[in-house]
């Protein structure tokens, strides 16, 4: 039987309900979606091997991409237009072109490089809180911390002039917000972007985009492509992810409190978070078969289109015991929040530097901080394909 796709999530805590049931009737099951049908991988094991990439294909030009079921057929002038949208979005890109575009920026996200990175992070921290602060005793947290610093870091990271940060603050709010013209504000990005290529360029600084441009292995529409990814990926998921995991920290004060007596457990705590949130599910996690073969016992077929369900994988009881609670003592670093194999997500380092700090930072300055409102009036983006709140009004 095939079920129906996407399902959206009932409770903030938690993926959607139906995947448990999906987990305990196979590892692969059939779903229905507007445009055909797809695999649906549900557990831990099979998700790291589909995610590894042997035999599987990532990117949408692949004969029986899942986003073909997923979404209507551009016309010819859209297709044209996503074309060079598309270009340097090298997620969506296999081997060896995604390698060519990872190995340039790897040396960009670096363990050492994010601790390079971590006084700049610390500073926009304690600014933003600074801000708050000054404000009075309430805050709306999305707004006023979690949309605020990616923002902010990313604009360091990309060298976005500071005078200028507000343009682009503004517009990729708009892109996170339900309602907003999604479309148009990140066209507005990307024309953004590709001036500000065209003027380092000029004048190359020491900074990610200089060093690309030194390097001179990118051309101009791929630099304004990489440019436009990494603020999305690394903006949007984080993001989210802040004020969702300081409400998960609130609900859970015996846990708070030892993270705070003992501020080592940070790092771990973070990982907890990533996997028990899984904000992304299977967003970033399309792909389709290149080879015949077998996944989990289950024979795949060239051209078949795949999602894997990183939520479901993440709560998979045959990975991680007692999966639906949270414990900050877990040690979940083989989640696959991230991903998995040559996809793993490039920035996974400074996203876990910014969630590290700003929790604990967080709550290190404001030891009351608690909701404003009743848990449940919290907006939430139960349809959205990356989960998170639309609000958190807060108060210390």
Request: net charge negative; glycine share 8%.
């Amino acid at each position: 039987m095939a079920h129906s796709f996407p399902v959206p999530r009932t409770c903030p805590f938690a993926p959607p309900p139906e995947y448990e049931a999906l987990r305990e009737e196979a590892p692969l099951v059939r779903a229905t979606l507007p445009r055909g049908e797809v695999w649906l991988v549900t557990r831990h094991a099979e998700a790291q091997q589909v995610l590894s990439g042997g035999g599987i294909s990532t990117s949408p030009a692949t004969p029986g991409h899942p986003g073909s079921a997923l979404h209507d057929a551009p016309s010819p002038e859209e297709a044209a237009a996503l074309e060079r949208f598309m270009t340097g979005h090298f997620i969506d890109l296999d081997p060896p072109e995604h390698t060519r575009f990872r190995r340039l920026l790897i040396p960009e996200f670096t363990v050492r490089r994010m601790k390079e990175l971590r006084p700049g992070i610390q500073a926009l921290v304690d600014g933003l809180i600074d801000d708050m602060v000054a404000a009075g005793s309430e805050a709306e947290l999305v707004q006023a911390f979690g949309l605020a610093l990616p923002s902010l870091v990313i604009c360091q990271l990309l060298g976005v002039p500071y005078d200028e940060r507000e343009f682009f603050q503004s517009r990729t709010r708009r892109m996170l917000t339900p309602g907003e013209d999604f479309h148009a504000a990140a066209y507005e990005i990307r024309d953004y972007l590709d001036g500000l290529v065209t003027s380092a360029e000029k004048a190359p600084r020491d900074d990610l985009l200089g060093r690309l441009i030194t390097g001179g292995r990118l051309t101009h529409d791929e630099l304004v492509g990489v440019m436009f990814l990494l603020l999305v990926a690394g903006h949007e998921t984080t993001a989210n992810m802040i004020p969702l995991a300081a409400l998960t920290l609130m609900k859970h004060p015996a846990q708070l409190a030892a993270l705070r007596e003992d501020p080592g457990r940070w790092p771990m705590a973070v990982e907890e978070l990533l996997r028990y949130h899984s904000i992304v599910d299977w967003a970033a996690f399309d792909r389709v078969a290149v080879e015949d073969q077998e996944i989990g016992g289950q024979l795949v077929r060239k051209g078949e289109g795949i999602f894997v369900l990183g939520a479901s994988a993440n709560r998979d009881e045959r990975a991680f015991e007692r999966p639906d609670e949270f414990d900050v003592e877990r040690g979940a670093r083989h989640h696959v929040a991230f991903g998995y194999g040559v996809h793993q997500c490039l920035g996974q380092n400074l996203a876990r530097a910014e969630l590290e700090i700003a929790l604990r930072t967080l709550f290190e300055r404001l030891p009351g901080l608690r909701l404003a409102v009743a848990e449940e009036e919290l907006p939430a983006k139960y349809d959205g394909p990356i989960f998170g709140l639309t609000s958190m009004p807060v108060a210390w």
